[in-house]
Structure formats: structure tokens, C-alpha cells
């Protein structure tokens, strides 16, 4: 398994402005993802970090409105850009330690509030 | 049509008693399933993962699959009040990404 934090656990913001979110991994780790988590609803997966390139978004996800840093093996960043009330929600980031197959772990989550 | 269907409760129930737990998926491609417990204001934690047809126990805690129905589940024994949360069932592909449920709130009365 890995520890995962996030920082902020949550925020209040303004309509307009954009929040960066923090995700710290207590091992190194290949693969870490990005989730939404709105109310009633199953986590969305918005994309996957991999270091040393790119993220990969899902469909209906970009990378104006959330852009991703990955720099290194234990540390990832998700923005949340020009923030209308529509995002509001949980943000969670998911490590993949490679041991099992498909198998993810989740940091605590980031729960997010626009005004 | 949604990859993971899961019956949507809320389930209420009294310590003590079993509890059951069902969710179907539409592509056989799913190869790996998993359980995740989220506690209110927390983060999924993996309570289960098999990548069998077939039962596995951990404890109080059994995961059911049964791919040639699609159809996976999990029970929970002598429930507790501690166990009062939202359940989310996930299924895999290996090729790293998930599909999950949107979860079933389980609340155990003492």
C-alpha cells in the first residue's frame, strides 16, 4: 500500500479563480490519477500522471481547465482553473503501486467549494 | 449504458445482521475487482480485491464474482456500527484504468 496526502483538505472560492491542489506519496510510485467525486455519483477519473510526460485526460476533461504537474515520483499537482460553482466536488488523487495489478490507492481528498 | 451498475441503497441495518452488497458490469474485458470503503469525509480505502470467478474471505468481509453473469458482491458478516459507511465497487482491465460504482451507503444501527 502507499500513504497519500493532500493539501488543502478544503477550500472555499471564489467564482473566477483557480486552486492548486497538492498530492505527496510516502514512496515512490509510476502512475498517479486524478479523480472527481461528486455528490451521488462515482468517482470520474479526470486523468492519469505519469512522470517524465504528459498527463493523459479523459474525455471531457482538458488541460486549460485542469492542468497537471508531475514532477517527480512522489508528488503530483492538479489545478482547477477559472472555477465556477459547477466544480465544485471532491478532488482525490490515486497512486498505483504495481504490486497488484489494477489495484489503486486513494489520498483523502480535496473538497472543494466555489461561490 | 454506465460499465458498473450498483444497486444504489442506502442500506439500514442492525448490528449484527449480514449484509449484501451487488453491483453488475457490461464488459467481460473486466478482469480485476475490488471493493473500496469510504468512511464520510475520506478517501476510498481497498477493503477487497480478487481477479477470480469464485468467493474470497477476509474476515467478517466476503467478495463474490461471478463473471459469467457479470455480477459481483460483497457480504458482510456480523455487521458493526464501525462499519457504517459508503461501499464502492470497482473493476479493472489492466490497463490501469478503473470504472467504479457510485456506491452504497451502508449505515449499521447499534
Known amino acids: 500500500s502507499a500513504v497519500i496526502s493532500q493539501k488543502p483538505s478544503r477550500d472555499i472560492c471564489q467564482r473566477g479563480t483557480s486552486l492548486t491542489i497538492q498530492c505527496q506519496v510516502d514512496s515512490q510510485v509510476t502512475m498517479m490519477f486524478w479523480y472527481r467525486q461528486q455528490p451521488g455519483q462515482s468517482l470520474t477519473l479526470i486523468a492519469t500522471a505519469n512522470q517524465g510526460s504528459e498527463a493523459t485526460y479523459e474525455s471531457g476533461f482538458v488541460i486549460d481547465k485542469f492542468p497537471i504537474s508531475r514532477p517527480n515520483l512522489t508528488f503530483s499537482t492538479l489545478t482547477v482553473s477559472n472555477m465556477s460553482p459547477e466544480d465544485s466536488s471532491i478532488y482525490l488523487c490515486?497512486?498505483?503501486?504495481?504490486?497488484?495489478?489494477?489495484?489503486?490507492?486513494f489520498g483523502p481528498g480535496t473538497r472543494l467549494t466555489v461561490l | 449504458q454506465k460499465e458498473v451498475e450498483q444497486d444504489p441503497g442506502p442500506l439500514s441495518v442492525p448490528e449484527g445482521a449480514i449484509v449484501s452488497l451487488n453491483c453488475t458490469y457490461s464488459n467481460s474485458a473486466f478482469q480485476y475487482f475490488m471493493w473500496y470503503r469510504q468512511y464520510s469525509r475520506k478517501g476510498p480505502e481497498l477493503l477487497m480485491y480478487?481477479?477470480?470467478?469464485g468467493n474470497k474471505e477476509d474476515g467478517r468481509f466476503t467478495a463474490q464474482v461471478d463473471k459469467s453473469s457479470k455480477y459481483i458482491s460483497l457480504f458482510i458478516r456480523d455487521s458493526q456500527p464501525s462499519d457504517s459507511a459508503t461501499y464502492l465497487c470497482a473493476v479493472g482491465s489492466n490497463d490501469y484504468k478503473l470504472s467504479f460504482g457510485a456506491g452504497t451507503t451502508v449505515t449499521v444501527r447499534a
Open positions: 490515486s497512486v498505483e503501486t504495481g504490486t497488484v495489478t489494477d489495484t489503486q490507492y
Open positions: 480478487t481477479y477470480s470467478s
